[in-house]
Every structure is written in C-alpha cells, then in structure tokens.
C-alpha cells in the first residue's frame, strides 16, 4: 500500500516540557486508515490531526469494539529518537485483533508508518528528563449499525501525544486499594487484551479508591476474589524474602511487554521471578511475618511504580518503610536507561528511527 501524506499548514504551539502531564496535549498529526471487507485494510494516510466523524449508530458507540495499544517514544541525549519495544506492540495488537473480531495489520507495515509519522511530528519528542511522547494506535468498529454482530467496516488510527509522569506521585510510592467487592475480568473473557470495555469497567471502583486517597485498585480474580491479578493500568511484582513474585498469566491479566522486560531483565541479573498464583492473604501473612520487602508495579505509562500503602478489607499496610525500594529502583533505572539511550537493552529492544 501507498501511504499518503498531507502535512499541516498551521503547527501548533509546543507545550512547556516541565508542566506536561498525561493525555491532555496532542501532536500536528495523526495516521489514519480504512477497512472494508472488499479492499481490506486500505487508504494508509498521515494528515492534520483531526475529529473523526462517525454516524450516532456507529457501533463502536453502542458495542464496545475497539482495541488499543500504548507504546513511547524517547529523546536521547544525542537528539536521536528511539522506540522501545515497539514490534511487541504491534504483535500484542494483532493478539486483541483476533480475540475482538477485528481484521488483523501488517505489523512491519504499521511500524514503518509509525517511524514516519514519528518523523513528521519529530519537534513533539520531549527531551527533558521523565518526559517522552506517549503512541495511542487504536481500531474501532465503524459499520453504521445497530445490532449485535462484528461490524465489517473499521478505523485504525495512530494518534501522539507528549507526556510527563503517568501518576502525579511521579516516581514516589504509591496507595493501593485491594478491591472484592468489584471484578474486572474472568478467565475466558477479555481481560488479557487491551479493549476499551475492559477499561469502563474498572472505572467505578477506581473512582471508590480516589474517594478514599488511594491512587489505583488491585484487582483479585473474578471467581474466587482471592488471588492478585493486576492494577488498574499495570502488572504488579511483590519482593517477599529473596523472591520476586508477579501472578502468572491466566487469561484475565494482561501480558504487560514492561512486566515482560522486568522478567527478562531479572533473568539477565540471575534473580528469576516467580509466576505463579499469589493470594492477597499470602501477601498480607507476608508483611505481618516481616516477610514483605516490596511491591511495584510495571507498565508502559509509569514504566516501575512503587507500591507505599495497600489496604485490603479494614488493614492497611505499609510496605517496607513506605519508599522506594532497591528492585524497584534498579528495575526502574534500568528500564529508563534503556529507552533513553545511555544503556543497551536486549537485541531488538531499541528502534531508531
């Protein structure tokens, strides 16, 4: 496929790089591309970024199918632009494809658009430290219908946005709410790809949790509400003793590619982590036993997020002494040694544009 350009005649002013937040600012343009079951996937283009304009039947509005990824770009020290990880995206996006019943990309075809999409809007890459460029490539269900069906018509689009640090805690531990009185996902449903449903539905309880100075909730799983799942936005890691411990996949936790690279980068340092089925009883006998040495969290947004404070029924704990702790501070100057250049990750990690 021919990919289009049309680049802007009016760029937008750029945000000061030390007041960026999260989602509020987005970049001059955007990748857009059609999909319809005769053509298939067709009319690959970067233009202004815009509204997309959809019926009110639009199905997306009314059935929830759509799916997303997130992914960043960096600024190095050299001005050069790197992505990290970005073919696992674009790999895990095709995964929600098919479990969503939406026709999969040409993953080396979407990358390639991204790097020049990247390339266009090169002047939004923020370069002060903890800053990046936040990557949201989103499909959505576009059939004018209403009725209960896989639509046939779909939208992929790549939008850029400039960001600081996901929680406004920054890199500071933070309070977690464990929750059993609401479920996010079951085994056998969609809690380990990443659509828009999954998201809604966690919402209630996370807004319970910000009531009560919690910044996020952990989720147990959805049969018996005894064992850990994930944070609303991240996977989770607890240090009990010497191991490190993170829920195994089950098919209702997300395969998160930075717990991914917490996994590999410990292997690497020869400190396996354990994946397996942890209760939240376990977790607390473990702080009572003086036991449970930390607890952080991974994900592309926060990147390694320590854990401070966990309230579960009427117990809050505090973990270690309420900082940050030694795994998560390596596994978070590791991580973000990496994406901004100043180390080397595993072959295939970094991209350049």
Known sequence: MELSIQQTDS????????????????????????????????????????????????????????IFEGLKAFKTASGEIRLFRPQDNFRRFNLSAERMCIPQIDEAFALNTLKTLLNIDKRWVPGTAGTSLYIRPTIIAMDPYIGVRASYTYRFFIILCPVGAYYKEGFNPVKILVTDQYVRAVRGGTGEVKTAGNYAASLYAGEEAHRIGFTQVLWLDGVEQKYVEEVGSMNIFFVIDDEIITPALSGSILPGITRDTVIELAAMWGKPVSQRRIGIN???????????????GAGTAAVISPVGEIKYEDEVVRVGNGGVGYW???????????????????DGWSVTL
Request: hydrophobic letters at 35%; a negative charge.
């Open 11 to 66: 760029r937008k002013a750029l945000p000061d790089e030390n007041e960026l937040t999260f989602g509020m600012i987005f970049s001059d343009h955007m990748f857009n591309m059609d999909y319809d079951p005769h053509r298939g996937w067709c009319n690959p283009r970067i233009e202004p970024y815009q509204p997309i304009v959809m019926d009110p039947s639009t199905m997306v509005l009314h059935y929830g199918q759509s």
């Open 282 to 296: 376990e977790v607390f006998d473990a702080h009572h036993a003086g036991r449970l040495k930390e607890v952080f």
């Open 328 to 346: 998560a501070n390596k596994f978070f100057t590791a991580i973000t040694d990496i994406q901004n250049g100043s180390e080397e990750g595993l």
